[in-house]
């Protein structure tokens, strides 16, 4: 079990049959996910991919977009225009909550809980709703490498249900953080929860992030190098809401979760990780995602502070490399074999 390849199939075999956890259900389209969903992924920055599982199931990327959607904003407005509007302390609380947001700064406290999420899709630059949704999905396109489309089904459910969203949203507009335009900035924001991804594009995205902002396969910009800081940072301390102070002690990787059952990981030039299985818990974190998470930074050494810091010590495997197969294919684990 000296390399990622085995290391994956193990963790694979070893939580396929964790069932704790429950689908998240206050997004009614939510709870058609199978519960039986497993995915691994990891992308390298030179593009090599590992992977097992059900790597190509489709799925909504949910709160995974804000950290994509936040560079976008970086990129549209700067970083000191938008931390006057949003802010980056963690909060501590659930994603969704209302309380701090009237009860302190009048500012969201950052990006990735709803309130700075819903913000940071009303500084989306475009002369209306419909440029405004299509240059983030040119954004979406640029990190996964193909043609994107959203979920409307999951959509509509979204808004029809949103109400806690829509609460979020007049609460902003009341301290000058949005503009009056609240229906649809509320529809980009639910348009780039329903983005329709699979545990593959997802360690794709992150190997953007981990690749100086190149999609390490098509080679295209995401994003500028320059925000790439930015958006670890948020990751790093509030990626996992209020699991985010344990997931930096425990785990180490700036990552961020979504209610839909993916999490992704960002190993800085070296690779991208994502898990995907949608049984989550109270905080909306997959229970099996946590659980390969740290399972790999503590084979592989990839917590942050470990000491001595390696780039990446996974990666370090070229002996048992097959150069000659397909990477793709080489490491995809057969389902259809008995364990
Ligand atoms: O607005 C919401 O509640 C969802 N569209 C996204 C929430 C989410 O994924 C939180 N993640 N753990």
Known sequence: MSNLPEFI??????????????????????????????????????????????????????????????????????????????????????????????????????????????????????????????RMLDMFRRY???DVFINAPVFMSERATGHRNRALANLLLNFGIIENNIEEILDLYFQQCSLVVNCHDLAVMAATLANRGVNPITKEQGIKPCYIRDILSVMYTCGMYNYAGEWAYRVGIP?????????????????????FSPLIDSRGNSIRGMKVFEALSDKFNLHLFDYPLPKCSFLDISE????????????????????
């Not at 990552?255 to 898990?275: N, Q, R, Y």
């Open 144 to 146: 996964i490498g193909h």
């Open 255 to 275: 990552a961020k979760s979504g209610v839909s059952g993916g999490i992704i990981g960002v190993i800085p030039d070296s690779a991208g990780i994502a898990v």
């Open 320 to 339: 048992n490399r097959i150069e000659s197969i397909p990477k793709k294919i080489e490491f995809i684990f057969d389902k259809t074999k008995p364990l």
């Open 9 to 134: 199939k193990f963790l694979y075999q070893e939580y396929r049959h964790l069932n704790s956890g429950s689908l998240a259900s206050y997004i009614p389209e939510l709870t058609k996910a199978n519960p039986n969903w497993f995915a691994i992924s990891v992308v390298t920055k030179e593009g090599e991919i590992f992977e097992i599982g059900d790597s190509q199931e489709n799925f909504t990327i949910q709160s995974i977009s804000k950290v994509f959607v936040y560079g976008m904003a970086l990129e549209d407005c700067d970083r000191e225009t938008l931390l006057e509007k949003i802010g980056v302390e963690p909060t501590g609380d659930p994603f969704n909550s209302v309380i701090r947001l009237d009860e302190n700064s009048k500012r969201p406290d950052n990006p990735m809980v709803n309130a700075g999420a819903i913000a940071t899709a009303g500084l989306i630059k475009g002369a209306n709703a419909t440029e405004k949704l299509n």
